[in-house]
């Protein structure tokens, strides 16, 4: 059965002012919710309705929390640990759950809660009630079944202090976002969103919340200013689950931790030639939810048949996945890689999980007349598909795969510039990780030095698309056809190389692995910028554009310099032999035109079947996702480069 997200262009004035304002003015009060119990937010539960229990304790710390459904359907919970689970149940009966967990003063507690859920089926469901702590970044979305008149819908906060409330219009459906207010104490904020049938007969109303904890400011001196989620070890038992989450993903950080408290993973192998083992990685993986690590794990196990994710991460201390990391990077501060969550979700109960606050670079260069984007392709089709929030779909891990890998070899790349091969052993284990990072010679440096880039004109442009700097005149004046002079000639293979030193050497290495494990191929263009609502990518008129420009002549020194001294144990030379020449696209033609330029299986060249053949393209079939919305046009936005700390 189809169901719909609220579009926020279909909201009337009148209702989207209610949205916005309906949370300002004086907070509400919580005299509803009883204290030292579990909170249902629904007093009656239907089929399609979220059923919330919040564990509300204000007046006394918890921990150690353990959520177990005892009688009922089984649904899935995916926040075992947490204050709040949240789930929609898809079948009517008695629903039977216990929570055990442990006071401040070491009394052990337990507490059971009770629901029946009705036959009658609810159309309207608000996505996800979940626990978060102050200044934590909040989003909620709410789902209509294809019934509802959406021009009916109202939000309304119930309780808890009052926040300011923004809408973000993504792949034309609504979300709401805030930040959480400080609270000295547990606090639930609630909202209500009610609806009604186009008939006008049936009004549905929904509940979700999220219960606020306290937390300490965060220190003028900390390297992560902004509120990190609560975290934790995947393996509770790792030998450096002591010092994980203070090292790498917290807001007490203020200086780097040294490499005695968090070792490189090339430790773990020190006196071995084999990659490190699975298990050796996942005691270096700091979670949200703990179906994240899981996902990684089955990652690691079951798409890392070459060993190259494994033996790159040596040159990492720990590598965090947390529902609030967008985008995903590597940072040389902590030794850490940082990995968006988006890249893992298999349910769409896993992806409720995922906070949706937009990419805080969404709108650079909006002010241009050009754009450049890329997207890997396969088989004459897009190697990965995206897909809306408003789809309930179940995907694969394959389907996931090229879009994670990828990120992966990016930035991994960036951690073995930082930590490269030949240096992970010489460093003083008393010695400050961002010490170390900073004290190597970095290859990234090298190649700017003996194969530099030469376009000024694409580099200034490159602080303008990826850090926000305001375009001068000369720059929006830029058609198409101006950056096609800068860029064709030069030597990056991709716009997003010209942001930094770093990045330029990333990106070659990402693109010749793809390229060489799995027959996946990168296009890269120059179009117009489209102007208006409803744009495709149709809108998008290729000026100029190559797939597998790594393939052209100007940068094959450059890609075997950055493969070589990456990942070693890659045979970088055989896999530049088997690299062909780039394909121009059609200019003229649409982006989209130009997704089928690859020549049919029957006219590949020698060269390229072997690649082919090379890749087992049959491994990693994508069949499934074909119902799913291609990757959007300008998505360069999976890279990010977090400035290093002065201290």
């Known amino acids: 059965m189809r169901l719909i997200i609220v579009n926020i262009y279909l909201l009337s004035s009148l209702l989207l002012v209610t949205l916005l304002t309906a949370c300002n003015g004086n907070s509400f009060n919580e005299t509803d919710y009883p204290v030292n119990s579990i909170v249902q937010l629904d007093d009656t539960q239907n089929i399609n309705q979220g059923i919330d229990l919040l564990l509300h304790y204000p007046t006394d710390s918890v921990s150690n929390i353990s959520w177990q459904q005892t009688a009922g359907e089984p649904v899935t919970i995916l926040a075992k640990t947490s204050k709040v689970i949240s789930f929609t149940p898809t079948v009517a009966g008695d629903y039977s759950f216990t929570v055990r967990f442990t006071l401040n003063n070491d009394i052990q507690q337990t507490l059971a809660k009770s629901i029946t859920v009705n036959e009658s089926y609810h159309k309207v469901t608000n996505r996800l009630s979940h626990a978060a702590l102050a200044e934590n970044k909040v989003s909620f979305r709410s789902e209509l079944h294809e019934t509802i008149d959406v021009n009916t819908l109202v939000w309304q906060q119930t309780s808890g202090p009052s926040v300011s409330l923004t809408t973000e219009n993504t792949d034309g459906e609504l979300a709401i976002f805030f930040d959480a207010p400080n609270v000295s104490s547990d606090t639930i904020i609630a909202f209500s969103v009610t609806a009604t049938d186009v008939d006008n007969t ?162 650079f260069g909006n002010d241009l007349q050009f754009v450049m984007p890329w997207r890997y392709v396969k088989d004459n089709d897009y190697a990965s598909f995206s897909y809306s929030k408003s789809s309930r779909v179940t995907r694969t891990a394959s389907e996931g795969l090229f879009r994670l890998t990828s990120l992966m070899y990016h930035e991994l790349a960036h951690a073995n510039d930082f930590f490269p091969s030949n240096e992970w052993y010489v460093h003083n284990s008393s010695q400050r990780v961002l010490d170390a990072a900073v004290s190597t010679n970095f290859e990234s440096d090298e190649l700017a030095i003996t194969l530099p880039l030469a376009s000024q004109e ?180 999976r890279y990010y480069q977090k400035p290093l700390p002065a201290h």
């Open 202 to 363: 049936s009004t549905y109303s929904d509940q979700v919340a999220v219960l606020i904890e306290p937390a300490a400011s965060i220190g003028s001196n900390a390297y992560f200013s902004d509120r990190k989620a609560s975290v934790f070890p995947y393996n509770s038992n790792s030998p450096y689950a002591d010092n994980l989450v203070s090292c790498v993903y917290s807001n007490t950080l203020s200086s780097s931790c040294t490499l005695a408290k968090t070792p490189l993973l090339a430790e773990e192998v020190k006196s071995s030639s084999s990659a490190p083992s699975i298990e050796n990685i996942m005691d270096r993986v700091v979670v949200s939810h703990q179906w994240m690590g899981d996902r990684f794990k089955d990652f690691l196990t079951n798409n890392d048949t070459n060993n190259d994710i494994k033996n790159l991460l040596r040159a990492t201390t720990a590598i965090v996945i947390s529902y609030d990391v967008r985008p995903s990077f590597y940072w040389a501060a902590t030794g850490a890689i940082y990995l968006d969550a988006e890249n893992f979700w298999l349910t769409p109960q896993e992806r409720d999980t995922i906070n949706e606050a937009p990419d805080f670079r969404a709108d």
């Open 458 to 637: 694409m580099r200034d442009l490159g602080q303008v698309s990826f850090a926000g700097e305001t375009a001068n005149q000369t720059q929006k004046n830029y058609l198409p056809v101006d950056i096609k002079g800068f860029f064709s000639p030069d030597r990056a293979s991709d716009f997003y190389a010209y942001s930094s030193l770093r990045e330029d050497y990333a990106m070659l290495f990402e693109e010749l692995m793809m390229q060489n494990r799995f027959a996946v191929i990168r296009d890269v263009a120059i179009t117009n910028q489209p102007i208006g609502e409803n744009i495709t990518a149709a809108d998008y008129m290729v000026t100029w554009g190559q797939r597998g420009r790594i393939g052209d002549d100007k940068l094959r020194a450059r890609v075997l310099f950055s493969a070589s001294r990456v990942l070693p144990e890659f045979d970088s030379q055989v896999a530049m032999n088997l690299v062909p020449a780039p394909i121009e696209m059609v200019e003229g033609d649409s982006w989209i035109d130009n997704l089928t330029i690859s020549p049919s299986e029957s006219s590949l060249s020698d060269l390229t079947k072997r690649l082919r053949s090379y890749a087992n393209p049959d491994e990693f079939s994508l069949t499934s996702s074909k119902t799913a919305g291609v990757e959007p046009v300008n998505n360069f936005n």
